[in-house]
């Protein structure tokens, strides 16, 4: 059975960092990363990483984004600096391999003062 387990977020001011972490379990995942959900919208990417180290960030965190995968402990991590009230939002780690796309239960983010 494949588990996804978040660690981190909480409340972070404006300007603030986020880092969050996501444990894997039951199998080595080809791409890992991070997506997000605020109230009211669409679940969106923010980061992936491959097995080779590929990574991909979305639009809005490039530049201020690092997504990492540590594949001796099996765990994807993500930092997230400057951020802003509106990427307030439900923060799921993200795994797919073997045909199948995996998440996490999400984790809370909350940008304010």
């Known amino acids: 059975q494949v588990q996804l387990v978040e660690s981190g977020g909480g409340l972070v001011q404006p300007g603030g960092s986020l880092r969050l972490s996501c444990a894997v379990s039951g199998t080595i995942l080809g791409v890992m990363g991070w997506y997000r959900q605020a109230p009211g919208k669409q679940r969106e990417l923010v980061a992936t990483?491959?097995?080779?180290?590929?990574?991909i960030y979305a639009d809005s965190v490039e530049g201020r984004s690092l997504v990492s995968r540590d594949d001796t402990k099996n765990t994807v991590s993500l930092q997230v600096n400057s951020l802003k009230p509106e990427e307030t939002a439900v923060y799921y780690c993200f795994g797919r391999g073997w045909g199948s796309d995996y998440w996490g239960q999400g984790t809370q983010v909350t940008v304010s003062s």
């Open positions: 990483i491959s097995l080779g180290g590929r990574t």
